[in-house]
Every structure is written in structure tokens, then in C-alpha cells.
């Protein structure tokens, strides 16, 4: 199952798998920092929902939704964060996403019963599930 594309080297990254792209590897770092805030500032354009994700009550409500079902995956229970020294940090090897029920784009808000913490595997089920119903 292919994860993603490089956006430099156009090579396929499967989901999991380390990748260090020629390409990048022969850029000094800033002009690679550059390029990548330059390539945000181009999705935030594109996707004008995404200027919620840096907002304070997103980041609060998101803290919230984690700490709500004690950093485990609200379908199948998987842990995917752990409480250390009074924050939520995440479990090497585990990628918790937190979905929107009702998606930004759609409509929905930042509000906390908005929010649920998922693992990226049942987030991708999520939403084809979602994709699909608006089909």
C-alpha cells in the first residue's frame, strides 16, 4: 500500500518506510526549510480550512479530545499517547491523529465534541468512509 509521494524526487514512500531523498540530501538546510514553509504557505492558500489547525482553540480542544479517552484510539481502544510530566506526548511508534467529525471543509468547527482521537489507519478508514459517503 503506497503512503504518499516525494514531492522531490517523485519516488513512492510506502506508509512506515524511512525515506531520505536524494534530491533534499544535496540542498543546504535552509534553503530545504524554505522551500517546505513556502510549499505551506501554498496549501494554506489552496485550503483555506487549514488556517484552523494553528489556532489556539484547536490546539486546546485537541489536548482536550486526547486527554478525554486517556490518549487510546476512541474506536478501537489502540493507545497512542501516554501522560508524562503533565502533558500527553506519543507512543514511539504510534501516529494518533485527532479527526473532525463533521470536516472543516464541510462546514464543521473546533469545538471539543467535534473532535475524536484516532489512529492514522482507522483515521484513512475514516476518511475513505467519508469520502465515499459523499459520493
Not at 531520505?20 to 494554506?44: G, H, I, K, N, S
Not at 479517552?69 to 489502540?78: P, S
Amino acid at each position: 500500500m503506497m503512503g504518499r509521494i516525494c514531492p522531490d524526487c517523485g519516488r513512492p514512500i510506502r506508509r512506515g518506510e524511512k525515506h531520505v531523498c536524494p534530491a533534499r540530501a544535496t540542498q543546504p538546510a535552509d534553503e530545504r526549510r524554505r522551500r517546505t514553509r513556502d510549499q505551506e504557505l501554498e496549501r494554506d492558500r489552496s485550503e483555506r480550512w487549514r488556517k484552523h489547525y494553528r489556532s489556539k482553540e484547536f490546539r486546546h480542544n485537541r489536548l482536550v479530545a486526547i486527554a478525554r479517552t486517556h490518549g487510546c484510539d476512541a474506536i478501537t481502544g489502540e493507545p497512542l499517547y501516554e501522560h508524562h510530566r503533565g502533558g500527553w506526548v506519543p507512543i514511539p511508534g504510534k501516529h494518533g491523529e485527532v479527526h473532525h467529525r463533521v470536516p472543516l471543509s464541510q462546514g464543521g468547527t473546533d469545538k471539543v465534541d467535534n473532535l475524536m482521537l484516532v489512529s492514522q489507519a482507522t483515521h484513512e478508514r475514516l476518511e475513505k468512509l467519508s469520502r465515499d459517503a459523499r459520493r
